[in-house]
């Protein structure tokens, strides 16, 4: 009895030391992938560098001729937000653009007809303003432009597009101009 006494003592004991050895193994192996995470979102390539702008698309906000700072890679580990001042490559300038972000993936949107031939842009039911809390108002090819994405994507911004604006309300070269935009064109975040 005492050979079979000990040789399950030593299986019930072998088998208490694999489980929590196992146990510890799940537990550091889950915090480790929570302390990576935290690792790679430290160590996102962020570079700052300071950029003159150059126009009036943001005037009232951002004049021309003010500097600003540029977060390059910002957004490789942050999530893009409604109201962040972005820059932009447009495929249309050599240097990118500067805008303020409007309308972000899964909000709804759409152009509200106020009089004959000029419309609203409304994101999440609420009509779009700029800094001085002035509505946009869009005509002609600008509203043409917005009206496609309103049908083709049934009135939601889809995954991965956004909504970029100037300050100024009747339109600048942006969405207005060049419809939705990528993440992939969004080069960083712009602070004053």
Not at 2 to 27: E, P, Q
Request: hydrophobic letters at 45%; one cysteine or more.
């Amino acid at each position: 009895m005492r050979v079979i006494d000990k040789k399950l003592i030593f299986v019930g004991l072998s088998l208490a030391i694999v489980a929590a050895v196992g146990i510890w193994i799940i537990l550091f192996l889950g915090a480790r992938q929570d302390v990576l995470s935290g690792l790679a979102r430290e160590h996102c390539s962020i570079q700052a560098e300071e950029r003159i702008v150059r126009g009036n698309s943001l005037s009232g906000l951002i004049e021309n001729g003010e500097t600003v700072t540029v977060f390059f890679g910002y957004y490789q580990c942050n999530k893009i937000k409604r109201g962040d001042l972005v820059l932009y490559s447009y495929a249309g300038n050599e240097t990118p653009l500067i805008k303020i972000v409007k309308g972000v993936p899964g909000d709804s949107f759409k152009l509200e007809q106020i009089e004959q031939k000029a419309w609203h842009i409304l994101i999440n039911d609420k009509v779009v303003r700029n800094s001085a809390g002035i509505p946009y108002l869009i005509f002609g090819s600008r509203y043409e432009m917005l009206a496609l994405y309103e049908k083709d994507f049934k009135g939601k911004i889809p995954e991965g597009a956004y909504l970029l604006l100037g300050n100024i309300t009747s339109g600048a070269v942006d969405s207005t101009r060049f419809g939705f935009v990528s993440q992939g064109g969004i080069l960083g975040k712009a602070v004053r």
